[in-house]
């Protein structure tokens, strides 16, 4: 059985940077394609990126595109998010998820995480 755990969210400054990590146990995480979904009270969750697993090709929403960057460390067994030129807007809980295939569905999702909490603000 898959599990995810998030890790590396905080508090920044707006036009900081922090890196999300994704650490898979259970089964390989190169078996699954990984999302990055974000929640703010009140409102469902919203996929901000998403891994393939076969050719590793990325989506990102237009709001975080040239400002995140997802990658996978297959030997780490991890997927990481980089967020860098941070906004208020991104404050957020953070999750990952993990399915066959790409989606920005979270209801199409298999396996979750946690969440960690990042906090843009001055």
């Known amino acids: 059985q898959l599990q995810l755990a998030e890790s590396g969210g905080g508090w920044v400054q707006p036009g900081g940077s922090l890196r999300l990590s994704c650490a898979a146990s259970?089964?390989?995480?190169?078996?699954?394609?990984v999302g990055w979904f974000r929640q703010v009270p009140g409102r469902g969750r919203e996929g901000v990126s998403c891994i393939r697993r076969s050719d590793l090709s990325t989506t990102y929403i237009e709001s975080v595109k040239g400002r995140f960057r997802i990658s996978r460390d297959v030997a780490k067994n991890t997927v990481y998010l980089q967020m860098n030129n941070l906004k208020s807007e991104d404050t957020a809980v953070y999750y990952c998820a993990a399915r066959a295939r790409c989606s920005s569905l979270a209801d199409d999702f298999d396996y979750w995480g946690q969440g960690t909490q990042v906090t843009v603000s001055s």
């Open positions: 259970g089964s390989a995480l190169d078996d699954y394609a």
